[in-house]
């Protein structure tokens, strides 16, 4: 499963890619909707590696990050984004650690600095063999007060070798 928040402008078009040959057939489902004018949405993502091998701490915090695009007013500092306005909003996440880890981790998601979800829902990249890429992402809706700060971070701390993220995304909309 994949999940991409894009804005684009009029005429461009956007596609599922991949340039892993598969030996097999596969099926790829593709679907999307447009937001209401100004209706807040945001993503960002890093720009370099970076070091991450403690536990609870917003991926993100003290990378250096690049913003795609901010519509509607919402914040995004140190690996966290503070909702411009009430509503229900949808985040997704996706964490890609360094090749050479060979450590587990989670992606967890956090809301005013407490577990977000009602049932303490986590998704695990577990234990690699450092021989190839792996990588994870999570999808949360939550409601939210204006000012509300949501991010995803890992409660457990990375403890093998090479505890970097090589790539991090962090999106997000309201829904209504």
């Given at each position: 499963m994949s999940s991409i928040l894009v804005q684009l402008d009029a005429g461009e078009t956007v596609y599922p890619m991949s340039d892993i040959g598969t030996?097999?057939?596969a099926k790829v489902v593709m679907g999307g909707f447009e937001l209401s004018p100004?209706?807040?949405a945001f993503k960002v993502y890093n720009t370099?590696?970076?070091a991450?091998?403690?536990s609870a701490v917003a991926f993100g915090k003290g990378a250096s990050m690049a913003t795609d695009f901010n519509v509607g007013g919402g914040t995004f500092s140190n690996g966290k984004y503070t909702v411009p306005e009430a509503g229900v909003y949808m985040f997704t996440t996706k964490v890609r650690v360094g090749d050479s880890d060979n450590g587990d981790i989670e992606i967890e998601w956090y809301k005013n600095g407490a577990d977000a979800s009602t049932n303490n829902f986590e998704m695990w990249l577990h234990l690699g063999d450092a021989s190839g890429r792996r990588s994870g992402m999570s999808i949360t809706?939550?409601?939210c007060a204006a000012g509300d700060v949501v991010h995803a971070a890992s409660?457990?701390?990375?403890?093998g070798t090479g505890d970097v993220i090589a790539q991090f995304t962090l999106s997000g909309?309201?829904?209504r």
């Open positions: 030996s097999a057939g100004n209706m807040p370099n590696s970076f991450y091998a403690t809706m939550l409601d409660d457990a701390a990375m403890t909309f309201k829904l």
